[in-house]
């Protein structure tokens, strides 16, 4: 009995044994790295929950964004106006140049500056000399061509004229008196004429008709004198018409080789092909 004395002491002196801690949250292992030598990765904490995001206000732009701007296509004007002397209008190329005949197609010059065009004109005068009262009949045909139109003063009409040869063939007696006070011994009863002529019309409502030329006279075939007429007439059928009827009065100073210069006047009536 004296050896359980030892082990009944032992028991009665042996303190109460603690209260066991409730179990702690289970932790995940530590990864170990397959490889010798590796550190192990420290244990990842769990997510802290987030705080809600506050909607994004939008931003207020100063000014809204300018349209992109197309350039305008402009039409170019033509390197010179159809006239020398005539200026663009002030709101060109919105107002269109004054030009009655304008040919057709975008910048398309006036017709009558592009392009030349054959005059011709055929008149009959009853001529009269100052110092017989027997008139001569007279013939005339025109062939030229026309020129680029001027503008008068005020711009507000053309002045069409064309340069060309005028023939007269003059039949009568006006011109006997030229010529009996020259030493040329002829009967002019048939006279022809040669001219360098400038024809053509104008006016505010083109209706003026004028015409200047010189030239020589011949006795058949030789050469008589020297002489220069003028012609005043009226457009009576439409100006826009190529056509055109003209009426009107004659002038002309001739002067035989060796003689006097003298007039001769009469009235003319005939067309022109403008």
């Known amino acids: ?4 004395l030892p082990a009944v002491l032992s028991l009665a002196l042996q303190p109460a044994a603690p209260v066991p801690a409730p179990p702690a949250a289970a932790q995940p292992a530590p990864a170990v790295s397959e490889q010798p030598g590796a550190q192990p990765t420290p244990p990842t904490l769990p997510a802290q929950p987030e705080a809600p995001a506050q909607p994004a206000v939008p931003a207020q732009p100063d000014a809204p964004p300018a349209a992109p701007t197309q350039p305008t296509a402009q039409p170019h004007p033509p390197a010179q106006p159809p006239y020398a002397d005539q200026p663009y209008p002030p709101n060109y190329p919105n107002t269109p140049l004054p030009n009655n005949n304008v040919a057709e197609g975008p910048g398309a010059l006036p017709e009558a500056v592009s ?11 009853l001529n009269f000399n100052i110092l017989t009262p027997i008139p001569s009949g007279d013939f005339t045909f025109f062939l030229g061509t026309n020129l680029r139109p001027r503008k008068n003063r005020a711009r507000t009409f053309d002045w069409n004229t064309a340069l060309g040869y005028q023939l007269t063939l003059s039949i009568g007696f006006a011109d006997v008196p030229t010529f009996d006070l020259s030493p040329i011994d002829y009967f002019a009863f048939f006279v022809h004429r040669h001219h360098l002529t400038a024809m053509g019309y104008g006016g505010h409502k083109q209706r003026l008709f004028y015409s200047m030329g010189a030239g020589a006279m011949f006795a058949l075939s030789q050469i008589g004198g020297v002489e220069g007429e003028g012609r005043l007439g009226y457009v009576f059928t439409n100006p826009e018409k190529r056509v055109k009827g003209i009426v009107g009065g004659q ?3 001739t002067a035989a ?4 210069p003298l007039l001769q006047l009469g009235p003319f009536i005939g067309f022109m092909a403008f």
């Open 1 to 4: 009995m004296l050896y359980l």
């Open 115 to 125: 392009h030349r065009k054959l005059v011709f004109a055929n008149f009959y005068t």
């Open 251 to 253: 002038a002309r100073l």
């Open 257 to 260: 080789f060796g003689g006097i």
